[in-house]
């Protein structure tokens, strides 16, 4: 089983950018957990960090057919990513969407994610607990396709 991890603009510079509302886990050490989580799950990761929307589009098209399921920061595109939420909800597997921290208890601008209506569920607001709580949930949703 493989699960995408897409990691949307500017989540590269992690335990850099804002450490008061990121923490200071680098991507690296995210997924590195991710990484070691997806072991003890038996699943296979395919990871990605772009800082340009078509790159995360162009991925999940690539994997159509090889993935299961998939977990999506959308970062900044996350108010006006029109194309990503598009893509999301062409592919045939479950995709849940992560944020580190809680997008509806910070700028008003940020609570509203176009991204939401085209995923199975959001896990948000935990730090790097929300990707691999969300991680665990992409498996058990899609094996449950599987079965």
Not at 60 to 67: G, N, Q, S, V
Not at 103 to 108: D, G, M, N, S, V
Not at 114 to 136: D, E, F, M, N
């Given at each position: 089983?493989?699960i995408?991890?897409?990691?949307?603009?500017?989540?590269?510079?992690?335990?850099?950018?804002?450490?008061?509302?990121?923490?200071?886990?680098?991507?690296?050490?995210?997924n590195?957990q991710?990484?070691?989580l997806?072991?003890?799950?038996d699943?296979?990761?395919?990871?990605?960090?772009?800082?340009?929307?078509?790159?995360?589009?162009?991925?999940?098209?690539?994997?159509?057919?090889?993935?299961?399921?998939?977990?999506?920061?959308?970062?900044?595109?996350?108010?006006?990513?029109?194309?990503?939420?598009?893509?999301?909800?062409?592919?045939?597997?479950?995709?849940?969407?992560?944020h580190?921290?809680n997008?509806?208890?910070?700028?008003?601008w940020?609570?509203?994610s176009?991204?939401?209506?085209?995923?199975?569920?959001?896990?948000?607001?935990?730090?790097?607990?929300?990707?691999?709580?969300?991680?665990?949930?992409?498996?058990?949703?899609a094996?449950?396709?599987?079965?």
């Open positions: 089983m493989k995408l991890v897409l990691h949307g603009p500017n989540l590269n510079l992690f335990g850099r950018r804002e450490p008061h509302i990121y923490g200071t886990t680098t991507l690296a050490q995210i590195q991710l990484t070691e997806a072991a003890q799950l699943v296979e990761l395919d990871m990605i960090q772009s800082n340009h929307e078509g790159e995360l589009i162009d991925f999940l098209h690539k994997h159509i057919d090889d993935a299961s399921g998939a977990l999506v920061n959308p970062a900044g595109l996350t108010q006006h990513g029109v194309p990503l939420h598009d893509a999301i909800k062409a592919m045939p597997f479950p995709t849940l969407e992560v580190m921290s997008i509806a208890a910070r700028e008003p940020r609570s509203h176009i991204i939401s209506p085209a995923v199975k569920g959001t896990v948000q607001g935990l730090g790097p607990h929300s990707y691999l709580l969300a991680l665990r949930g992409v498996v058990a949703l094996r449950e396709v599987e079965s």
